[in-house]
Each structure stands twice: as structure tokens, then as C-alpha cells.
């Protein structure tokens, strides 16, 4: 992939000619949820631009689907994103959509209001799904004071206090300053001085660090359920040299389906669980490890004491000679699977890019996890007794 600079804005480019499509990207960092001043603005401002023109309204959007054409915003907690796919011989007519729509985005009170309902509807409706409480449980636990406590689609108070206003200053946040495009596919080079010409140039943004709590708090919600629903969390401190090493360490414990350590102890030695997992979430802002389980109600406090043991034991003791060939095995094997198709290898290059690794850490990180030794992962290990203070949110009755 190659990186130029256009206008002081970024531009990475990978040519392509797999299949005959395109796909562009305009990635605006520090602009998603952490960047609203209200619960679900950013979730919000991103469904308006999927409405169409202010002149044409859903017109636009018929005129793009004759041609195949994609072009949808889309908002995460760090990044906003607005991305067009198309076939190569329509990029022409889907850029001057893309310029078409960034001028006049459909800034409506009654497409707001629409879209405001909608929205309430889904919190309301997610307001009965118990794994979905428990999820935001932990998360409000674990961040509490950031942007991160709260579900991206805010809650219905925020959501109605949401104005045209509000959106109008979050869009024109989108701007120069925080931008970088990636277009890859079965086309040249472009130039996107008219779409320089749109967004302002605005200040350059900087990301929070947003720590985990390592307090150890437990939360029990109470529902009407036959189940309870639990998720944990705890610190993880590693380095940006060590995420290898955390990756091969929590697949392992948790994200490696049966033969984990979790799914191990807790669905085939007890029965206390259909599924068992623990991730790493490793971002610009923040990082930790996290799981979840679902058990029965009688089963909740055994399910959490074999959690908080076997994160204990995994730090005190590290893994098998075993365990580290077969979490190789696997992770190694399946690298042509994460590279199959152009989309896999961009996404790939463009998180290398934005995380501020140089092209080919992918693949450098693959040769450190072949050449990880039982005794240097043991150690890393060993050294991250953090991840042992796990806070716990629990939906039960």
C-alpha cells in the first residue's frame, strides 16, 4: 500500500485488480462517540447522512442503488466514516454522489425526527435484552466519567434533546484536520481536490486515554430472567510490543473456543456453561480484557468464583508447552483466511496505518508468534496481574 499526501491530508492507495470494484474511505479520527457532547449524537448525525439530499431526499439514494453504488457513514467510538463501493466503471458517478451528498446532507427537522424515533425504539427494545443491559453494565463500571460508560445510541432523554443544530456542528466537525482516505481497488490514483474544497480545514483532535478500573466492583441487575447473564472486565497494561503476546495469552485463556482455559473449566469439567470467552480490546483510548457467560440462575456465584480462579491460576502459573504449539498452530494457519480477499488485506494495511506502525507489522507480528518462547510468554504473563481484578456485571433475578 502506498501512502501520499494530498492538501496535508493522508492518502493511502492500494491498486487491486482481484474484482473490477473500488472501495473509498474517508476516515475521520477522533470524531466518533468520544468526540459527541451528547449521548447518541454522533450514532445519529451518521444515520442522517445515509438519508439521502436535502434536494433530492431519498431520490439520491434510488439513483445509487440503479448503480450498484454504496455509500454509507457509519460512526465507531474513535473514528466517523463515510465509505463508497462501487463497480470501477462507476466510480465517476459515485465520487460526484459522494461530493453531492457531502454538501447537502438532508438537514431536515422532520427526517430528524423520523430517525429519532427510530432510535428511541431501538433503546427501548434493548431495554429486554438482559445481555445487552449487562453489557452496558460493565462497560459503565469499568469507564465511568467517559464517553465509553454509555451506549453509542445514547438513551431516550439524550436522543430527544438532540436538535438540527447539534448535528449541524457535529458534521462540520468532519473535517481536513482528522482525515485520511483510503481508496483500493482496480483504479489509478485520484485526486480529491474537490472534495478538499468541501470540508473545512478545522483543528487537528486529540485522543483521551481512558483508563479500566482495576476497583474490583461487582454489579447484579435485577430482571425477570431464568438466566443470568454475566460479563467481566479487568485491566490489561500492554505495551504496543507486547500485543502479540497478549493476543497468543487471552487466546489461550479465553477466545479460542473449547480448548480455552474458561470453556475448559467451566462447560466441560462442571457444566455450568454453554459458552465461555474473554477478548482483548486494545484501542488508541483505552485497553483491557473482557468476557462474558450465561449460566443458570443457582449456577452465578460457582460460574464467577471459577472466572476469578482461573485468572488467578493462568497469571500464577502460565501455560503448557501444549497449549502455546496449538494457539501457534492456529493463529498461524488461518493467516490466509484474514488475507483471502482485497477488503481483508486493506483493512489489514489501514489499521496498521492508523494505529502508527509502519506497513508489514501484520506479518512482523506473525514471526514473533513463531518464534515466542513458552518461557517468554509465561513471563509476559506473569507480569500482568491486573488482569486478576475483574469487576463483574450480573443480570439475574
Known amino acids: 500500500m502506498k501512502v501520499s499526501e494530498q492538501n496535508g491530508v493522508k492518502v493511502l492507495y492500494e491498486f487491486d485488480q482481484s474484482l473490477p470494484v473500488v472501495t473509498l474511505r474517508l476516515i475521520f479520527c477522533a470524531s466518533g ?16 447522512l445515509n438519508e439521502g439530499t436535502k434536494t433530492k431526499g431519498l431520490e ?8 450498484a453504488v454504496e455509500i454509507y ?3 465507531g467510538f474513535e473514528t466517523f466514516v463515510i465509505e ?5 466503471e ?4 459515485a465520487y460526484s454522489k459522494l461530493l453531492e451528498l457531502l454538501k447537502d446532507p438532508n438537514l431536515d427537522a422532520n427526517i430528524l425526527e423520523k430517525l429519532k424515533i427510530i432510535t428511541k425504539g431501538e433503546i427501548a427494545t434493548n431495554e429486554s435484552d438482559f445481555d445487552y443491559i449487562a453489557k452496558c ?3 459503565k463500571i469499568l469507564h465511568d466519567g467517559s464517553n465509553l460508560a454509555y451506549p453509542s445510541s445514547g438513551s431516550i432523554k439524550s436522543v430527544e434533546s438532540i436538535n438540527l443544530d447539534d448535528i449541524c456542528e457535529f458534521l462540520g466537525g468532519l473535517n481536513l484536520s482528522n482525515l485520511h482516505i483510503v481508496l483500493a481497488g482496480d483504479i489509478k490514483e485520484q485526486n480529491f481536490k474537490e472534495l478538499f474544497e468541501i ?9 483521551p486515554k481512558i483508563s479500566t478500573t482495576n476497583k474490583m466492583i461487582t454489579k447484579e441487575i435485577s430482571k425477570p430472567t431464568e ?5 467481566f472486565g479487568a485491566p490489561f497494561n500492554a505495551t504496543k510490543d507486547e500485543s502479540y503476546k497478549a493476543s497468543v495469552s487471552t487466546f489461550i485463556l479465553g477466545s479460542s473456543g473449547f480448548g480455552s482455559r474458561l470453556l475448559e473449566e467451566i462447560r466441560v469439567k462442571r457444566g455450568l456453561a454453554y459458552s465461555a470467552y474473554a477478548r482483548n480490546s486494545f484501542t488508541l483510548t483505552n485497553s483491557k480484557i473482557w468476557g462474558y457467560m450465561q449460566t443458570k440462575l443457582e449456577n452465578k456465584d460457582s460460574a464467577i468464583s471459577v472466572i476469578k480462579d482461573e485468572f488467578e491460576h493462568f497469571v500464577k502459573y502460565g501455560v503448557s508447552d501444549d497449549e502455546l504449539k496449538a494457539a501457534k498452530n492456529f493463529l498461524l494457519g488461518s493467516v490466509p483466511l484474514q488475507k483471502e480477499t482485497m477488503f481483508k488485506r486493506v483493512a489489514i494495511r489501514q489499521k496498521e496505518f492508523y494505529d502508527g506502525y509502519e506497513f508489514g507489522e501484520f506479518e512482523r507480528d506473525l514471526e514473533r508468534i513463531k518464534a515466542l518462547s513458552l518461557d517468554g510468554l509465561n513471563e509476559f504473563i506473569n507480569t500482568h496481574h491486573e488482569i486478576t481484578k475483574l469487576s463483574f456485571s450480573i443480570v439475574t433475578k
Open 60 to 67: 439520491f439514494n434510488k439513483s445509487l442503488e440503479i448503480k
Open 227 to 231: 438466566q443470568a447473564y454475566i460479563y
Open 73 to 75: 457513514a457509519s460512526c
Open 199 to 207: 470540508l473545512p480545514k478545522g483543528d487537528k483532535r486529540e485522543l
Open 33 to 48: 462517540v468520544v468526540s459527541e457532547k451528547k449521548q447518541g449524537l454522533a450514532k445519529l448525525s451518521a444515520k442522517l
Open 90 to 93: 462507476h466510480f465517476g458517478f
Open 84 to 88: 463508497l463501493n462501487c463497480l470501477k
Open 137 to 139: 453494565e460493565l462497560d
